[in-house]
């Protein structure tokens, strides 16, 4: 995990120094401005998860700042430091948007809590779910109706559609937020190496055990364990799984003595295991010990309301700690985004974008930005679309001209790259280029 990076800002130079010093042995990473204009500048260049701030300060003062900060990101956290506090003070602060308000000189326990604090808020607000979509606001409440009970969950749905965000979300909303969620992919991990995994094991129970070591079921006491994949897991460890749900208690590989645990079970899975059970690929009694709790998540493809605020929050999630300034999409790049059927559902979108604002040269994605296959959709999108003559007729060597000169245009006067898009070779584009007149330099070579 990267560590939550904190600036800090103070017109007094000892006040960094101390601040510094003490974030710094916690282990965050910390940076300092000596005022709040030198803090903005900190913060547009880079991402901050806290900002502490000074009230006092010369030239901006720390409310100024707070409303700066708040304007150009509300994600980022906002602690203010004074030592001349009052409660009308106090209750501003909090009303423009800080987290909290301390007054000098501030005890360092009570910081560091206060710190812990704001970025636990922090962490929370990332497990918020992108969409304005009807059918992910149902997930919505039933994810807060859910998340009250200890109950086990299953969460349905096909790969990539965000069953750990859901899951991290339960646990969020859930009365074991303060306590730790751990997940594991049961489908990434060997068989043999699974069970020590989440069981733990004890010193020398097998080749390469050199010491004992607790499992995610013990380690998550208190909290959420979240099992994605679950339908991949071996027979034998289903039954250990059950037992541990039935029981509340484990036993370590090669122990002999029983772990009493507490802890709320989440699974996941893209496979149908009502029919893996009567396949006799899953225990029936494990599918029904799961199913208490049961989301269903729709597909990207049958959510496509949500595609638009999605490419937006991406684009801005992979351009946050990066100098890209990306300001929108060409209106090719975006009716091929949203016209994508989307197989590999929100990951794929995301990866998507990722390599567009890696790849963009401008301002503005472009088609050519966008992986290989969402440009040949959009292509074939438009090349599909039915086109009715007018009533009077055309012009037919005008409407060839048009489509060979939007090509042209589009590809910056490439002769291959538009040949491709009009399902041309590019001796018959260079021909047809001749013909109505336009010059344009041969290619090297036919591609």
Do not use: W
């Not at 497990?127 to 349905?156: F, G, H, P, Q, Y």
């Not at 930005?369 to 012009?395: H, R, S, Y």
């Amino acid at each position: 995990m990267s560590r939550k990076s904190i600036l800090v800002v103070d017109d007094e130079r000892s006040q960094r120094e101390i601040l510094e010093m003490i974030l710094s042995g916690e282990g965050y990473d910390v940076t300092t401005a000596s005022s709040g204009e030198a803090a903005m500048k900190f913060v547009q260049d880079r991402h901050f998860d806290l900002v502490l701030t000074d009230l006092q300060m010369t030239g901006m003062s720390g409310i100024d700042l707070l409303k700066e900060l708040v304007a150009f990101d509300k994600s980022i956290m906002v602690i203010l430091l004074t030592a001349h506090g009052t409660v009308d003070t106090a209750f501003e602060s909090k009303e423009l948007g800080a987290f909290a308000y301390l007054q000098k000189p501030y005890d360092r326990e009570k910081l560091l809590e206060t710190v812990s604090r704001a970025l636990t808020k922090l962490s929370k607000l990332d497990t918020e779910i992108v969409s304005v979509s009807e059918e992910m606001d149902k997930v919505k409440k039933l994810i807060l109706k859910v998340a009250k009970s200890n109950s086990t969950v299953l969460i349905r749905g096909e790969s990539g559609t965000g069953k750990e965000l859901i899951a991290r979300s339960i646990h969020t909303n859930s009365p074991r937020s303060d306590e730790v969620f751990q997940a594991v992919n049961c489908a990434a991990i060997n068989e043999n190496l699974l069970e020590s995994e989440l069981f733990g094991h004890e010193k020398g129970s097998f080749t390469g055990a050199i010491g004992e070591k607790k499992g995610l079921f013990e380690v998550a006491d208190g909290g959420t364990l979240f099992l994605d994949e679950i339908g991949e897991l071996d027979i034998s460890l289903q039954a250990k799984i059950l037992r541990a749900l039935q029981e509340k208690q484990i036993r370590r590989v090669g122990g002999t003595k029983e772990i009493n645990v507490d802890v709320r079970v989440v699974t996941a899975t893209n496979r149908d295991l009502l029919k893996m059970t009567q396949d006799g690929r899953f225990r029936e009694d494990l599918y029904y010990r799961l199913n208490v709790l049961s989301i269903e998540l729709p597909a990207l493809r049958d959510r496509r309301s949500d595609i638009p605020v999605l490419i937006e929050y991406f684009i801005k999630k992979h351009t946050k700690n990066s100098s890209t300034k990306i300001t929108g999409l060409s209106s090719d790049a975006r009716k091929a985004l949203l016209d994508y059927s989307y197989p590999g559902n929100i990951r794929q979108l995301e990866s998507a974008i990722e390599r567009a604002v890696l790849l963009c040269e401008g301002e503005t994605i472009q088609l050519e930005d966008l992986p290989p296959e969402m440009q040949t959709a959009e292509i074939k999108a438009d090349a599909n679309a039915a086109f009715k003559l007018p009533p009077n007729g055309i012009n037919f060597e005008e409407l060839e001209r048009s489509l060979i000169m939007q090509a042209m245009e589009r590809t910056d006067n490439n002769i291959t790259k538009s040949a491709k898009l009009l399902g041309l070779t590019f001796r018959t584009l260079q021909y047809r280029l001749e013909k109505f007149g336009v010059k344009k330099e041969e290619e090297d070579s036919e591609s």
